[in-house]
């Protein structure tokens, strides 16, 4: 237990010492209150992916797109009855106990926030680190690992995103359609996992530029992926 998770279970286990009865009763009361979801701020100014993803497609992705899908899950969870999810990473990994609206508006504000970081102004260029390691054992080369990504989001029909996740200490490539996320459990076992690289290969994400050239999209899209954010959620969950 970290300092934090103290605190808050030692805050709330005294307020149920003192009027536990009182603050569980009722629809505001501080055991039923939903917490909203605020839209997570652009890493970077919206021209910043130029020329991969053009200034005008982040504007709206993450303006409109992205904040769509925050203040939609906002709503739907208003109207939510459940002990408070404490994230969304919660709301996913019991994807099966929430209702639709709940889970793909979930799915959208998980997926995109990741997908940002997963971008940098100063990403592309050569791969080190555990990632590396990790790519050349499981694909047999960077190159390998590349094209088969790459494959997967160009072949994917219809909308949704191409993953990197990590499953039982192995690394493998995924689809999944709408805003589906690894960590549902509503999904088939061998495609859940932890989510260690993205793109969005829904047509607002590249229409703007690309048109119907997703393949051309997808191409550029490794000049900017952020290797750094990568390896640091690769440590995160193989050290925890
Ligand atoms: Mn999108």
């Given amino acids: 237990m970290n300092k934090r998770d103290f605190l808050k279970t030692g805050f709330v286990s005294a307020l149920?010492?003192?009027?536990l009865p009182s603050l569980a009763k009722g629809k505001n009361s501080l055991?039923?209150?939903?917490?909203?979801?605020i839209l997570p701020e652009l890493p970077y100014p919206y021209d910043a992916l130029e020329p991969y993803i053009d200034k005008e497609t982040v504007r709206i992705h993450h303006d409109k797109h992205h904040a769509g899908y925050t203040a939609k899950l906002n709503a739907a969870l208003k109207n939510y009855t459940g002990p408070p999810p404490a994230n969304v990473k919660e709301i996913l990994s019991n994807a099966s106990q929430y209702n639709d609206a709940i889970v793909n508006n979930g799915g959208g504000f998980l997926n995109h926030k990741l997908?940002?970081?997963f971008m940098s102004p100063d990403g592309g260029g050569t791969l080190n680190g555990p990632v590396a390691e990790a790519i050349q054992r499981d694909f047999g080369s960077f190159d390998n690992f590349r094209e088969e990504f790459s494959t997967s989001a160009i072949k994917l029909f219809?909308?949704?995103w191409a993953w990197l996740i990590i499953q039982d200490g192995k690394l493998k490539i995924t689809t999944t359609a709408n805003q589906d996320n690894p960590f549902m459990d509503t999904l088939p076992e061998d495609q859940r996992g932890f989510p260690?690289?993205?793109?969005?290969?829904?047509?607002?994400?590249?229409?703007?530029k690309y048109q119907n050239r997703r393949a051309e999209y997808v191409d550029a899209f490794w000049n900017v992926v952020n290797w750094e954010f990568v390896n640091k959620r690769y440590d995160k969950v193989t050290k925890s």
């Fill in 31 to 37: 055991f039923s209150k939903q917490k909203e979801f």
């Fill in 158 to 160: 219809g909308s949704g």
């Fill in 196 to 208: 260690l690289l993205n793109i969005d290969v829904w047509e607002h994400a590249y229409y703007l």
């Fill in 115 to 117: 997908y940002w970081k």
């Fill in 16 to 19: 149920g010492l003192i009027s």
